[in-house]
């Protein structure tokens, strides 16, 4: 009959398989999360899937400087800005067609009246009332600009104001 041969592992040789596997499995882990970090960086959907996993956790305060957090406000920064930019562009648009239109009217009234002007004595009347209406037309289109400069808000500058036409105008520096 044959013997078997059972070795006993004795402590020693017990602690030194522990100690390599356990070295084993730390570089094991420095590999993976070496792996995961450059992951993380490099693809979108990793990063987006942890970011998801710890924002569930209880320490938000941690995710508060992520850069999905800054993507997320400098969206809602961006739309607020489209938004004020096209009603900035309506207004601009609706005041640059009522200048025009009016510029155009007066324009073709002084253009008609020239002839009227040289007649002797009615002439001083025309001449008064096309000055009139250039004066009133002129009112009208420095209230447009100021409904202008207010919707792009743009800052007059305070220290340098003018009347006309009964109202005070801001003086912009260009």
């Known amino acids: 009959m044959e013997t078997v041969n059972i070795k006993i592992l004795d402590k020693e040789m017990v602690m030194g398989m522990l100690g390599a596997m356990w070295t084993n499995m730390r570089r ?12 993380t960086l490099a693809i979108s959907a990793v990063h987006d899937f942890l970011y998801k996993g710890l924002s569930s956790l209880p320490v938000a305060d941690l995710l508060q400087n992520s850069s999905t ?4 406000k400098l969206v809602k920064q961006n739309e607020a800005l489209k938004t004020k930019l096209t009603t900035q562009k309506i207004t601009t648009k609706k005041i640059a067609k009522r200048i025009a239109i009016r510029t155009a ?4 009234i002084n253009v008609s009246s020239t002839i009227a002007e040289a007649a002797p004595y009615v002439g001083i009347g025309v001449i008064l009332a096309v000055t009139a209406l250039e004066i009133k037309a002129s009112c009208e289109n420095l209230q447009d600009i100021n409904e202008l400069v207010q919707s792009l808000e743009i ?3 305070q220290n340098e ?10 003086s912009i520096t260009w």
Not at 69 to 72: P, V
């Open 69 to 72: 957090e800054k993507k997320k």
């Open 161 to 170: 104001t003018s009347k006309v036409c009964g109202q005070e105008l801001p």
């Open 155 to 157: 800052e007059p500058n």
């Open 105 to 108: 009217r007066i324009t073709a």
């Open 28 to 39: 094991l882990l420095i590999i993976i999360l070496i792996m995961l970090n450059i992951s």
